[in-house]
């Protein structure tokens, strides 16, 4: 891949919801030329004629705006379901049959993979957080991956993410439960691999402040690490601050860990989240003075 550094478009939604428009701003504002698109901005359920009609304006305002779209992640929006862990099997199906529908529009926009967190089991009564998810529903979420790369394969993709998360009910949320499920899943028809969040990688009330560091993970993942999300953060939550704010996540640090772990071709994605009401006029400056630190950095790396 010619460019390392790029964007998901997390901060386009609701704001620059077409590709005419955030094509535009990404090449021309941000001077980026590499995304992730989010499915907060086309939902895959969307009917077939019009999925089509916006997956051939992808195509051509990308083109138009020499934009090339790494991955499609899953977005805010049906992270905040449960998916392919919910307790009721037949909303897994639905999940697994939403991914489905995003792998078949991520290949008619051109787009070579698909990824995002997996699901979430349903909180206990008592608030009691195991560490692990059950032994049938780990068994049950190999099956469905394995079935959707099927999918993928049958598509056209060529790779599948897998985005760990700071939680326990959501699995991986570990390095070792990583390890575990990455190898549970070899062989299967579409690889699948990691995108590693610095602000889930570091998350203090999860891990211990000895523990949540990058590092760890970079070691131990490896090549089973594809891409990665920045964000800045405090290790107190999953912030998805941009490098405006104060917080622990040092630009040049970050590429230097990269380079030392073995990291260094692998594409970096700013992350970053604003609340619906906020002015498009000040999310463009940050996002645009958050690219000017962090571009800079990852090309000298």
Aim: with cysteine.
């Amino acid at each position: 891949m010619s460019e390392r550094f790029g964007v998901n478009l997390s901060f386009c939604v609701k704001r620059w919801v077409t590709p005419a428009l955030w094509a535009r701003l990404v090449r021309e504002d941000l001077g980026l030329g590499l995304v992730q698109l989010s499915f907060d901005l086309v939902d895959p359920k969307w009917p077939d004629a019009l999925l089509d009609r916006q997956a051939a304006a992808i195509r051509e305002a990308t083109t138009a705006h020499d934009v090339t779209v790494h991955s499609a992640f899953i977005g805010l929006a049906h992270y905040t379901y449960n998916q392919l862990l919910h307790p009721d099997p037949a909303v897994r199906d639905v999940a697994e049959a939403w991914l489905g529908r995003a792998y078949r529009f991520a290949a008619l926009a051109g787009i070579p993979s698909v990824g995002g967190p997996l699901g979430a089991i349903a909180s206990r009564p008592d608030a009691h957080e195991a560490d692990a998810i059950d032994a049938a529903d780990y068994a049950d979420l190999l099956a469905r991956m394995n079935r959707l790369a099927e999918v993928a394969k049958g598509h056209g993709l060529t790779e599948l993410y897998v985005e760990p998360t700071p939680m326990r009910r959501e699995w991986p949320s570990t390095i070792a439960q990583a390890e575990r499920m990455m190898a549970d899943v070899r062989g299967s028809a579409v690889p699948w691999y990691y995108c590693v969040d610095w602000g889930h990688a570091t998350f203090a009330p999860l891990y211990g402040r000895d523990r949540a560091r990058m590092e760890p993970w970079l070691e131990a993942l490896g090549d089973d690490i594809g891409m990665l999300h920045i964000q800045q953060t405090d290790g107190l939550y999953d912030r998805h601050w941009d490098f405006t704010e104060a917080g622990m996540v040092e630009p040049a640090a970050a590429v230097a860990l990269l380079d030392r772990t073995g990291h260094a071709d692998k594409p970096v994605f700013l992350e970053v989240f604003y609340p619906f009401e906020r002015d498009d006029a000040s999310v463009l400056d940050v996002v645009r003075r958050s690219v000017a630190v962090l571009k800079p950095a990852f090309a000298r790396g």
